[in-house]
């Protein structure tokens, strides 16, 4: 195995740290097709803060490389796709970066050379939609002159306990004889073991119902918190109750965005549609962790209209933008639906986030601050979204201390010790 020279295509927060694991043992290639990318891993640095400079460093000293340019990968003998596999406006599967990646590879492809897919599809697009590119764009034989496998990435972004080698890892391959060969590679730097599937298609399956489970039991725990605040029940007083139970799975509501929970549960149902088969349950669940940030823009409203706020004009404050706590990540995040929302309404919105850096926004639907405590600003309403460690280390007083008027003071993740509402 040590002679295999590994090309990782997609340098985002999946590929680069699985190129680092990589390095420790193997040569190692991270392509990816901008420019900007490539230049700023090569100074030392991730934006993503997947990887530490430090660690950014190490992989280049273990001779690892950074291109966008083919001729630098012709002679890997290992493809690795981790490119994302987004949505479109209709939530329909989006292949395109996945078919590019395969067109770029198949132009260097060589006989005996091994594709490992990472991206998260329906079962069968490995097979069915990757292939053909690659047989296409190289003139070879799959199964007879290169071969296929699919390991589904498990990275949770800004987690820095449970990293690319400590996460158990599906593996699979194209022939009994390179699932081996995909599995033992996977295993040399997976200290947490893995787990060969049967086939590619049950790989890709394993992957897309693992969001899916989670997409459906959160959308039961959001519903649940709904009813229960039209009850004027406080919905984790019920959870921590209910959680006393030994079987009982806790959860707790929120918003669902991000680039896996919530758009997986989509490339499913449209395969199942494509099938004849309606996904009732998975597109219910997709429709009321879509419906939060509506939900929770109105509750907002009414909490300012009972402290008799005046909405058009209104000064509202929105604490993180990120689609998760402690990562930069701001992919599909669900807060900026909150944003238009409050737009809608004709408030003008202020948006805090220390995890992220102004030139990443794009929205001009908002005004980005630096710190609003240091600002001599005073709001209408305050919106805590998301639960960065630096907005747990505010106090009640400190939030109250940036608001005019009666406090309007809405809790998204249960980190305020007394908000006027709570999710």
């Avoid at 589904?152 to 306990?161: L, M």
Wanted: proline content about 4%; hydrophobic content about 35%.
């Amino acid at each position: 195995m040590q002679d295999k020279k590994i090309c990782v295509v997609g340098l985002g927060y999946v590929g680069l740290p699985l190129a680092h694991a990589f390095s420790s043992k193997y040569k190692v290639v991270g392509f990816d097709i901008a420019q900007w990318r490539i230049d700023e891993l090569r100074s030392g640095h991730d934006r993503t803060l997947e990887l530490s400079d430090e660690q950014v460093k190490e992989a280049i000293t273990n001779g690892m490389e950074f291109t966008n340019q083919l001729d630098d990968i012709k002679d890997c003998n290992i493809y690795i796709v981790t490119v994302p596999t987004p949505i479109d406006s209709s939530n329909k599967p989006d292949l395109t970066p996945l078919i590019k990646s395969s067109e770029s590879i198949g132009k260097v492809l060589k006989k005996d050379d091994i594709v490992i897919y990472e991206s998260t599809v329906y079962p069968g697009v490995t097979e069915e939609v990757c292939v053909p590119v690659l047989e296409k764009e190289s003139g070879l034989k799959f199964n007879k002159d290169f071969f296929c496998g699919y390991s589904p990435e498990r990275i949770n972004p800004g987690d820095k306990e449970h990293t690319v080698t400590k996460i158990l890892k599906v593996t699979s391959g194209s022939t009994p004889y390179i699932a081996d060969i995909v599995d033992k590679l996977y295993s040399s730097i997976i200290t947490a073991g893995t787990h060969k599937a049967s086939s590619i298609k049950v790989a890709e399956a394993s992957k897309v119902i693992e969001n899916t489970q989670r997409d459906v039991n959160i959308a039961l725990i959001n519903e649940l918190a709904l009813i229960f605040d039209t009850m004027g029940i406080d919905t984790n007083e019920v959870l921590e109750a209910a959680a006393t139970k030994w079987n009982f799975i806790k959860l707790t509501p929120g918003l669902v965005g991000g680039h896996c929970i919530g758009v997986d549960p989509y490339y499913l149902t449209y395969k199942a549609q494509e099938l004849g088969y309606k996904p009732n349950l998975i597109l219910g669940a997709r429709q009321i962790n879509n419906s939060m940030s509506k939900y929770i823009a109105e509750r907002t409203i009414k909490e300012m209209i009972k402290n008799d706020k005046k909405i058009k004009g209104s000064k509202v404050l929105v604490m993180g933008l990120t689609f998760k706590e402690d990562c930069p990540d701001i992919r599909n995040s669900k807060v900026f639906d909150i944003i238009d929302e409050l737009n809608d309404y004709g408030c003008e919105v202020f948006a805090y986030d220390p995890w992220i850096d102004k030139n990443d926004i794009k929205e001009e639907k908002f005004n980005f601050i630096s710190n609003p405590f240091e600002d001599d600003i005073k709001y209408d309403a305050i919106i805590v979204a998301v639960g960065h460690q630096q907005f747990k280390n505010i106090t009640q007083e400190e939030y109250e201390n940036l608001i005019s008027g009666q406090k309007v003071l809405i809790d998204i993740k249960g980190i305020v010790s007394s908000p006027n509402w709570r999710l």
